[in-house]
């Protein structure tokens, strides 16, 4: 009877210690790897909250130029991620009462620079479906990109509109776009 009852009383210990350890295994690792909310939050990494002053171009009060606006921008590691920072600022819409000359609704898809430093910025279709139209403001959406990145890059010399990955002949069909454009520092006013 004794063994009897000793054989009992191993084997609900086996049961509680093989459910305990049971339990472990299936909740356990989810306590290891759920941190508190405090520390779940990432810091930003040294170049993320790194900042740079660029110059960036909005249309003036009249509509007939640009201005060039110093602002801080996100550093990035060499020109082509540097480049891609200047374009993603110069798509946000401004504070007023600057105006942007990018339709709202563009965003950058990919860039890329050739060795003779022609920048290629390929954006989304919105550049072109919700633009307003017209000569100057066709000019001044284009000027407003080729002007962030020639004066704040020295290692680019023009600039190519892509959309959605193809080369496009112009924006509203004033302007033409086949080729890499240069700094023009008629549409820049101070």
Do not use: C
């Not at 290891?32 to 790194?50: G, H, I, M």
């Not at 110069?90 to 050739?114: D, E, N, Y």
């Not at 020639?150 to 193809?166: E, M, R, Y």
């Amino acid at each position: 009877m004794k063994k009897r009852r000793d054989l009992l009383l191993y084997a609900g210990l086996g049961a509680v210690l093989g459910l305990a350890l049971l339990a472990l295994l299936l909740l356990g690792p989810r306590w290891l790897r759920t941190p508190p909310a405090a520390v779940q939050s990432v810091a930003p990494t040294a170049t993320e909250a790194r900042k740079i002053r660029a110059r960036l171009f909005y249309v003036n009060e009249e509509g007939t130029a640009l201005s060039g606006i110093e602002q801080e921008v996100s550093y990035g590691e060499g020109t082509v991620e540097q480049a891609r920072r200047i374009v993603e600022a110069q798509l946000v819409t401004p504070p007023p009462p600057l105006t942007s000359a990018i339709p709202p609704g563009t965003k950058l898809r990919t860039l890329f620079l050739t060795a003779g430093g022609d920048a290629y910025v390929d954006l989304t279709p919105e550049l072109q479906t919700n633009h307003p139209g017209g000569t100057t403001n066709e000019i001044l959406t284009v000027y407003s990109l080729v002007s962030a990145l020639t004066s704040n890059l020295p290692a680019v010399t023009g600039v190519q509109i892509l959309i959605d990955g193809k080369e496009v002949d112009t924006l509203a069909g004033h302007l033409d776009l086949r080729r890499p454009i240069g700094q023009d520092a008629r549409w820049v006013v101070e």
